[in-house]
T-cell receptor, first 112, second 114 residues
Framework: KQEVTQIPAALSVPEGENLVLNCSFT??????LQWFRQDPGKGLTSLLL?????REQTSGRLNASLDKSSGRSTLYIAASQPGDSATYLC???????????FGAGTTVTVRA | KAGVTQTPRYLIKTRGQQVTLSCSPI?????VSWYQQTPGQGLQFLFE???????NKGNFPGRFSGRQFSNSRSEMNVSTLELGDSALYLC?????????????FGSGTRLTVV
């Protein structure tokens, strides 16, 4: 059974600082890994999708890396802003299935 | 293009009642998945449908069921509601084809059981 862990559970940083969010998974037989953002009481917004054959993906201030063999992914958010305050979730899709396994998330607070 | 649409946004039900939630996927997406999100358990997979067939089911009691129609719209039903069924129910759709672009989630249905 795939276990997904996100560390830290919460993070508070001053505006402008870079954010580093970690995600680890136990089974390296994955099809892809997806990072989501969730605002309180809302649905999930997809940030980045990394296919198993890729090492990283970038979108604006966001960069996600994937090391499948070690079961790790890292989401970097450069020059954080108060609007980045949210919960960030990583989800892994196994190579032989269509259900996502989610981490518990990292709640980020960016202080103005 | 339109995203994933879930209706209703909020529901309040009484214990013992049943409820039906609806999800309309992105046009062209044939896979629809359902997830339950609670503060204690996080996001848990309920089931996934593709072309009207349930391909996978999570570890939930038989009170939770679903179906998918020929236009890919999906419904999930929870019968004999319990207080513990209070949660945010999220639906996700996916192309699930060559060039998989991952999952797109709806805004969810907040179910409160009293």
């Amino acid at each position: 059974k795939q276990e997904v862990t996100q560390i830290p559970a919460a993070l508070s940083v001053p505006e402008g600082e870079n954010l580093v969010l970690n995600c680890s998974f136990t089974d390296s037989a994955i099809y892809n890994l997806q990072w989501f953002r969730q605002d309180p009481g809302k649905g999930l917004t997809s940030l980045l999708l990394i296919q198993s054959s890729q090492r990283e993906q970038t979108s604006g201030r966001l960069n996600a890396s994937l090391d499948k063999s070690s079961g790790r992914s890292t989401l970097y958010i450069a020059a954080s802003q108060p609007g980045d305050s949210a919960t960030y979730l990583c989800a892994v899709r196994p190579s032989n299935d269509y259900k996502l396994s989610f981490g518990a998330g990292t709640t980020v607070t960016v202080r103005a | 293009k339109a995203g994933v649409t879930q209706t209703p946004r909020y529901l309040i039900k009484t214990r013992g009642q049943q409820v039906t939630l609806s999800c309309s996927p992105i046009s062209g997406h044939r896979s629809v998945s359902w997830y339950q999100q609670t503060p204690g358990q996080g996001l848990q997979f309920l089931f996934e449908y593709f072309s009207e067939t349930q391909r996978n089911k999570g570890n939930f009691p038989g009170r939770f069921s679903g179906r998918q129609f020929s236009n890919s719209r999906s419904e999930m039903n929870v019968s004999t509601l319990e207080l513990g069924d209070s949660a945010l129910y999220l639906c996700a759709s996916s192309l699930v084809a060559q060039g998989d672009r991952g999952y797109t989630f709806g805004s969810g249905t907040r179910l409160t059981v009293v």
